[in-house]
């Protein structure tokens, strides 16, 4: 596609419950990183993926997110057993071989 | 580790007047900076980078941003600025570590309130 795709666009969900959300990088793109964004601030990294190897998931801020990219294409990031702390802007970024980002809109998760 | 910090929470300027939104860094080692905009429930959008070269470096929508070695600041900066240029602005660094990729650590970000 043109841009990075990410779904949903909003999500509500109840805290204890599990979500997935999507991203479909920039065809060719080797490189997806996730990042969390709360209001009014800074996208925080959480995790980056070169193809399919996960190389850094330093930013992961507990054992409940998860993140996959098996073919080396889409990822999904997994949160178990949500809580209130985890409502944000989840932003996912692809790049290429040069230096610059380029960002979805992101996915804006509630836990109620 | 890198950072960045952008020390104005809010900028305010009026249509037509020169804006600027400031950022220092601190690395190990030469800078990649960047910045990005991001516009109401909208992701970021690349702005402009300075890996080397030229100290003042111009990108999308007559942004341009200058790097000060000496004072380690990266300021973005427009000579005139349109209401439509209100958003929120984020400057960034790229960590240099063997397996970062092209990984970038974001300042807090600096909202742009340009009136009429």
């Known amino acids: 596609g043109a841009g990075v795709s990410q779904s949903p666009r909003y999500k509500v969900a109840k805290r204890g419950q599990d979500v997935a959300l999507r991203c479909d990088p920039i065809?060719?793109?080797?490189?997806l990183f996730w990042y969390q964004q709360a209001l009014g601030q800074g996208p925080e990294f959480l995790t980056y993926f070169q193809n399919e190897a996960q190389l850094d998931k330093s930013g992961l801020p507990s054992d409940r997110f998860f993140a996959e990219r098996p073919e080396g294409s889409v990822s999904t990031l997994k949160i178990q057993r949500t809580q209130q702390e985890d409502s944000a802007v989840y932003l996912c970024?692809?790049?290429?071989?040069?230096?610059?980002?380029?960002f979805g809109s992101g996915t804006q998760l509630s836990v109620l | 580790a890198q950072s960045v910090a952008q020390p104005e929470d809010q900028v305010n300027v009026a249509e037509g007047n020169p804006l600027t939104v400031k950022c220092t860094y601190s690395v190990s080692g030469n800078p990649y900076l960047f910045w990005y905009v991001q516009y109401p429930n909208r992701g970021l959008q690349f702005l402009l980078k300075y890996i080397t070269g030229d100290n003042l470096v111009k990108g999308s929508y007559g942004f341009e941003a200058e790097f000060n070695k000496s004072q380690t600041s990266f300021h973005l900066k427009k000579p005139s600025a349109l209401v439509s240029d209100s958003a929120l602005y984020f400057c960034?660094?790229?960590?240099?570590?063997?397996?970062?990729?092209?990984?970038?650590?974001f300042g807090g970000g600096t909202r742009v309130l340009v009136k009429p």
């Open positions: 960034a660094v790229r960590d240099m570590g063997r397996a970062a990729g092209n990984k970038l650590t």
């Open positions: 970024a692809s790049s290429s071989r040069q230096t610059i980002l380029f």
């Open positions: 065809s060719g793109h080797v490189s």
